[in-house]
């Protein structure tokens, strides 16, 4: 898990698939000069210095936006990240969904992120929060937002009462399971149906990884 920040302030969250490239939000690039950007990374508590931590600050030398993404709809919400430099502390990838996962209705998937923690409150916390979501039923998720998602494209991971859910500043963090000592990223965190985040019967939406594996790993290969 990553933090993105423009100016030393956080706004979107990302995934490490190597030591120089981020995976994160394609509605995450918008709008950020990258001369201004930096990934911040093995952080968990963003009050304190980078290196109190253990932790490394890189500038961004590249961003692609998935060439399908669309901004009123945030289909195709995926971006790659090049770093500047390699990251030089210890830390651990991602590895990408191959589509065994994210069909798995109710299967519990992992989200993390620095994103709002209270619906009434733009405040985040400084710390590293983690939520379970269960893995959505398609077409239910499809019932609650319309014809606004797409099931081959996208995953909806939640609860029909809303109980929790990723909210803003979480975007571009991981939707994963672990097994063994591995994290399989299967979303990319996109967005939610209200402000208030927890909305009963509208789950978050991520953007479903095995759908653009191959656009991800060319991506990755480019300097």
């Known amino acids: 898990m990553v933090s993105l920040q423009q100016n030393g302030q956080h706004f979107c969250g990302g995934s ?17 000069p990258i001369d201004v950007l930096t990934v911040n990374v ?14 490394q600050s890189i500038k961004v030398t590249r961003q692609t936006r998935h060439p399908g993404y669309d901004d009123d709809t ?15 502390v210890p830390v651990s990838f991602v590895t990408l969904d191959d589509g065994s996962f994210a069909n798995q209705v109710d299967m519990p998937a992992e989200a993390i992120g620095w994103g709002r923690i ?16 269960p893995i959505y039923d398609n077409q239910q998720c499809s019932e609650g937002y319309g014809s606004e998602i797409s099931p081959e494209a996208q995953v909806c991971a939640g609860y029909v009462e809303g109980v929790s859910s990723v909210c803003n500043g979480d975007s571009g963090g991981p939707l994963f399971v672990t097994q063994g000592n591995s994290a399989i990223q299967i979303g990319v965190a996109s967005f939610v149906g209200s402000d208030e985040c927890l909305v009963a019967e509208i789950p978050s939406v991520f953007a479903r990884v095995a759908h653009y594996r ?5 991506e990755q290969l480019k300097n």
């Not at 093995?42 to 932790?55: A, C, F, V």
């Not at 995926?78 to 030089?88: F, G, V």
């Not at 619906?119 to 983690?130: A, D, E, F, I, V």
């Open 16 to 32: 490490l698939l190597d030591s120089s490239t981020i995976l994160t939000a394609a509605h995450c690039t918008d709008e950020h």
């Open 42 to 55: 093995k952080r968990h508590d963003l009050s304190l210095n980078p290196t109190e931590e253990g932790g």
């Open 74 to 88: 945030l289909l195709n919400d995926i971006a790659i990240w090049k770093l500047d430099s390699p990251i030089t």
């Open 118 to 133: 209270d619906p009434s409150n733009n405040k985040t916390p400084s710390r590293l929060q983690h939520t379970i979501l």
């Open 214 to 218: 191959s656009w991800i790993q060319e």
